[in-house]
């Protein structure tokens, strides 16, 4: 039970980058000088919503901060930390924020791709009453950019004069406007992309059966957010991928002969849908790391793709002209998937310009 709550409410020194939303974090904790409301701006995918729930979890964490006589965390404004500025994990407040079912904690999402006003009403309702049982009720509000005017609005006057013992973490994606009133209202913590590096830690740690190879594209494609490559790589985008690879640079393959196998594969890139564009975006990479091969003749590639991705004695060998144009296809494919051409269509087609 403790290492699941500690997967679920992961302490700020197990969040793989982000240092200086952990520093501004970490020192109010430490401090006790908490704001009444933070807004948590950045890209997608990039540790926002973990670094929310660790925030919550360590407010009310009943082994770091003081406790008052009903065995109640201090109050948000002024108190002061006995211990580290870490969720412990097993207490059991903790433990409720691991399983989900702490009263105290609740959690506004999109729905349909917007916030209603209904629920920003709701939980305006709520935080008229004081916290069930922890000092200090948390609300985190997602993706709060999705909001429309009425219900910004409506939690405008929450932001201005937030009632005793409550903090409202927002989070919003840093490429939508947010309303400079909310801004106001909140103290921003920004957050950044990864490096590749820490995007590879962190997919290791969420999935330690990815291929070390496979991590690294990931981290590429996704372009330092965690969170978007492990959607990617829930798709089974990586495996098609490397299916493909093998099918067109199999020099035993001829796109005259065998026409079935590369309608086949066409037909299973097609049913990826929204993911057809980042398998594209793989197949540029595997590309362009050819190309940086044969342009610096030295193998830099072996160091960023799978066995697959390489060109060993048993894969076909393209010059340099071939391998622009292979380029050049998939940007084409890529533009005719933007003017809605048939998707089957455009995927048989790029398969066999790779495969000549």
Partial sequence: MGTRQRQLIPSFSSLIGQEKAKNLLGRALTSGNLAHAYLFRGPDGVGKQLFARSLAAAVNCRQRQGMD??????????????????????????????????????????????????????????????????G??????????????????????????????????????????????????????????????????????????????????????????????????RSEMVALWRQLVALVSDPEKDGSRDVSLLLQAAERMAALKEDLLPLFGLLRIWLRDMLVEDSLAQSVHEQVTGAEGRRGNNQKRWNFRQLFDKLQAVDRAEKELGRNCNRSLVCEVLLFQLQQ
């Fill in 69 to 134: 006589g009903c065995g109640h965390a201090s109050s948000i404004h002024g108190a002061r930390d006995t211990g580290a500025s870490l969720p412990c994990g097993h207490c059991p407040s903790c433990r409720k924020y691991g399983s989900g079912n702490h009263p105290d904690f609740l959690v506004i999402s999109p729905e349909k791709g917007t916030i209603k006003i209904d629920r920003i009403r709701e939980m305006v309702q709520t935080l008229s009453y004081p916290p069930y049982e922890s």
């Fill in 136 to 233: 200090v009720r948390v609300v985190l509000l997602e993706d709060i950019h999705t909001m429309r005017s009425e219900a910004a609005n409506s939690l405008l006057k929450t932001l201005e004069e937030p009632p005793e013992n409550n903090l409202l973490i927002l989070t919003a994606a840093a490429a939508r406007d947010v309303l400079p009133t909310i801004s106001s209202r909140c103290q921003v913590i920004p957050f950044f992309s990864l490096g590749q590096e820490e995007t590879v830690q962190v997919l290791l740690r969420e999935k330690p059966e990815l291929e070390p190879e496979d991590a690294r594209m990931l981290a590429r494609l996704s372009e330092g957010s965690p969170g978007q490559a492990l959607l990617f790589y």
